[in-house]
């Protein structure tokens, strides 16, 4: 769609991303949360941002799955530490 439309790859997924942040809801806790690592997209460590609006990237990204039905995706954050972790979960809330 970027190409399509004359415009960067970045700007398209920024206002993507702005959209999408408006529809989506937080899913409902699951009955079972797997947390798991991963390398971060790109050889160079260019993965998901360490918090919203910092320009750093991670090497590492945490992802939280739905581990009773359906293996689902809840959420990722950069980094593979308990405090990455802890603050994933804070966000949520109880």
């Known amino acids: 769609m970027a190409a399509e439309l004359g415009i960067s790859w970045p700007v398209a997924h ?3 991303a702005a959209h999408a942040d408006t529809v989506l809801t937080e ?3 699951p009955a079972v949360l797997g947390v798991d690592e991963t390398a971060a997209a790109g050889r160079s460590g260019h993965g ?9 990237t ?7 799955t739905s581990l009773a039905g359906g293996g689902r995706l809840l959420g990722r ?3 593979r530490t308990g405090k ?3 603050g994933w979960l804070d ?3 109880q």
């Open 48 to 56: 998901i941002r360490a918090r919203a609006g910092e320009e750093r």
């Open 58 to 64: 991670e090497r590492f990204e945490t992802n939280f």
């Open 91 to 93: 966000d949520r809330g």
């Open 27 to 29: 899913p409902e806790p």
């Open 77 to 79: 954050v950069a980094g």
């Open 14 to 16: 920024r206002h993507y």
């Open 84 to 86: 990455a972790v802890t």
